[in-house]
Nanobody
């Protein structure tokens, strides 16, 4: 069982910033498997927000390019999502994701709410 522990969600006004964190087991983090963030808004499908590829590159949803930054800390085995200039349409539950041996593992989700 792979446990991903998220933190950092909350309520913020439009234009504000939040940083999400996801603690990944060291045994998986060190393998440089695909890992990143997805989100799901009410009534919508879960979508990719930002992710590290297995090759170490990054990919972003068009809607967050230039505003969100994904990063990771090899000392603490943590993946971060820095979210700047937040908009109400960014409101969603955000999930940390790791793809390991062909299986998707998910965090418990953290709510991000952006108000006007």
């Amino acid at each position: 069982q792979v446990q991903l522990i998220e933190s950092g969600g909350g309520l913020v006004q439009a234009g504000g910033s939040l940083r999400l964190s996801c603690a990944v087991p060291q045994s998986i983090f060190s393998r440089h498997v695909p890992m990143g963030w997805f989100r799901q808004a009410p009534g919508k499908e879960r979508e990719l927000v930002a992710s590290f590829t297995s090759g170490g590159g990054t990919t972003y949803a068009d809607s967050v390019k230039g505003r969100f930054i994904i990063s990771r800390d090899t000392l603490t085995n943590t993946v971060y999502l820095q979210m700047n200039n937040l908009k109400p349409e960014d409101t969603a539950v955000y999930y940390c994701n790791v793809q390991y041996w062909g299986t998707d593992y998910w965090g418990q989700g953290t709510q991000v709410t952006v108000s006007w």
